[in-house]
């Protein structure tokens, strides 16, 4: 569950305003081209750092959201787009993370996608698997230089 002092921060000993999605994003999102196939996501998702949600989007627009159980049927040279959603998978950068955060712990959710009103991806929400906190771009690079 969410701590309440990160709904609550206090900077300056002036109560802050309460985080918002895109305060927790993360930046560094990969965004596929829409033209994938499902042989190329596969091949994509073989990595077992990458994690559940695949974007597939075009000129900084997120088209879509494809996971592993999306196209568990379907076969390679098929396009990756037909496959995935966006209802569920995303959020607005300025929604309030706590809110946020319980309704992903709620619902078993670790992976959002930031966008904003045009459709723009702004970042991912990546909650961390023992729910306690979100990825950072900085523990992602960590983690590929590791490698």
Same mark, same amino acid.
């Given at each position: ?5 990160? $709904? =609550?921060?206090? %900077? ?15 930046? $560094?999102? &990969?965004?596929?081209? *829409? ?17 559940? *949600? ?15 159980? =999306? ?8 396009? $990756? ?18 809110? %946020?955060?319980?309704?992903?712990? *709620? ?5 959002? *996608?930031? %966008? ?5 991806? %702004?970042?991912?929400?990546?909650? &961390? ?5 979100? #990825? ?8 590929? #230089?590791?490698?």
């Amino acid at each position: 569950m969410p701590s309440a002092s990160l $709904a =609550d921060g206090i %900077v300056a000993g002036r109560r802050s305003p309460p985080p918002r999605v895109s305060d927790a994003a993360l930046r $560094a999102a &990969k965004l596929h081209d *829409a033209s994938v196939t499902i042989g190329e996501i596969r091949a994509f998702l073989a990595d077992d750092h990458v994690h559940m *949600a695949v974007l597939l989007g075009t000129d900084g627009r997120l088209l879509t959201t494809v996971e592993r159980s =999306d196209f568990t049927f379907a076969s390679a040279p098929e396009p $990756a787009l037909r496959y995935g959603k966006l209802e569920g998978r995303t959020v607005g950068p300025n929604e309030p993370l706590d809110r %946020v955060w319980e309704t992903m712990l *709620a619902e078993s959710r670790r992976r959002l *996608a930031i %966008v904003d009103a045009d459709g723009r991806l %702004v970042g991912l929400l990546c909650l &961390k698997r023992h729910g306690q906190g979100f #990825c950072s771009d900085s523990d992602v690079h960590q983690r590929a #230089c590791s490698r």
